[in-house]
């Protein structure tokens, strides 16, 4: 696997994500997948402390199907974002996959404020049928343990 | 300003919520007076531990000093004025400032102050004038420590009334006690402080303001096992609030206080249900207190408690929130977890996975409340109307042993409690 094969993976995902295109963006995702935003740096577990979110398939599919639910409140109206990937490097590889590390800065807009958030990011990669699916996610953020907006977006 | 002219018995002025004059009295006159909640002793559990809060505005410190006691302190140095603590949590000798290193034992006796002797003009730096200020009253109630700003008022039981049987829920529920942990959420919201004590005790929000988690939760077909099972019986569950609505289910006491009875059905979120999950929890807590006190502890269906003014948790799913006020349209809350010592791991576990789901910043329940409150913020910026109804159920509360129960769980029974307390605080400005 090559750093611009992960490359071209996490851009797409990213402008999925930007264009709030979900079930998209889910179908990224392998049926055990995991998609872990922790609450303190270092987060060894999400068994034992509280995550920001640790979603399992099915909760991702929950908060997927809740943020397209006419009467999700809290995205009426929905958020805008834009992030910027970078420092893309391929940390381990094995024989059908490989954990990718990257930095991402994203804005966020929703009515009358906009943020900054980034932090680091880990994906395994995982080559199926010929083509690269997401094992899983965890997002590192640099606020992750300070006083937090209402998150209704997906990292 | 006449404060009380704002209340009456089922309706509030709008100013309530928006007015800065308002929210800059009731500092001093609600939290500068009322027992506020600072934190549990499980967070200074060993001798220099300590744990820095703010009780209103003002920054705090609540330490464990050598010989076991806990104090609840100012955080602010005697001299010029710095925090002299500056971190959330940790274990200390000594505090010292970092502007001239004065130095202050856990107990907040000043214990050195460089370059100061016979040279301190009128003042002679005696430890425990010049120590880190106590506050003006501390007590605790079963671990959870409590302050008051104001010199006078009723002792911490009188305060807590019939709440008290709300943290022994919480307590009795864990074999060998209870401690705090897996970490803290702290969010922001854009809305008055009061909004948040408010939904939390009102069981007819959830079906509007939560259906798009309710039928989140109903419309997943594969259910998993682990954090998103939690998540999804939670979600769904909330859909099955109405169960409130068929008899008296929500109750409020003196001070502002309530408790409101639980909706739940699903006995895979609920130890008291006869789900064999439960089993080995049911026989390492009938091991400590016998099978019929274990029986008659996991009976008891409790939801929300809100302790009045900065305090609001569940007891059956061991969560805690403390509500800050930031600014009369601004505030922060954090939310805690507790584990129940010697129940197995696992218990705790579901305690996480159920905190993700309903308390996380980014839970797709929660949000959902912090969108409401950031629209009566901004709703009621309007003088199209200047009253806030409570009405519902006004008229037919029914008296209780020290308090009162609305007609059914449909009820603003609590909310007018909420009000006539923080009338009673704000009509006298001693």
Redesign the interface.
Known sequence: MTTDEAAALLFREARLLDAQRYDEWLALYLPDAWYW?P??ADQAS??????????????M???V???M??????V?PPARTTRILGNIEIEETRADDCIVRSNFQMIEFR?DRQLVYGGAVRHRLVRRAGALAIGWKRVDLVNAA???????IIF | MQFEQLIQHDRVHRRVYTDADVFEAELARLFGRAWLYVGHESQVARAGDFFATRLGRQPVIMVRHSDGAIHVLHNRCAHRGPKVVSVESGNAGEFRCCYHGWTYATDGRLTSAPYSKDNFGAHDLDPQRYGLAPVARMESYRGFVFASLGKDGPDLRTFLGPLTGSFDDLVDRGPDGIEV?????????DGNWKLYLENIIDPTHPLF?H???I???R??Q???S????I??RQ?VQNGEVWRLYEKPTVFAFPHGHAFMGDYHSDAKLLSGHGDPKFAPYRAALAARVGEDRANKILSVQLFNSVVYPNLTFMSQFRQLRVVHPISVDRT?VWIY?FRLKGAP?EM??DT??F??AI????S?I???D???Y??QRDGLISEGRDWVLLARGAGADQQIPGGLAGNTGATEVALRAQFKAWAAYMADAA
């Open positions: 935003v609450s303190r999400w068994k034992d402390t509280i995550s920001i979110v640790y979603d399992d398939r099915q909760l599919e929950m908060r199907r809740r943020l639910h006419p009467h999700a409140h809290a009426q009515e300070g006083v937090q907006e209402p998150i209704t | 942990a897996g970490g803290v959420f702290k969010h922001y919201y303001v259906e798009s988690s039928e989140a939760g419309g997943q594969d259910v998993g682990g954090a998103g099972e998540a999804r979600m922060e977890s791991e705790f576990q996480i996975y905190a993700n308390n996380s910043p980014a797709p929660l949000t959902d912090l969108e409401t950031r629209r």
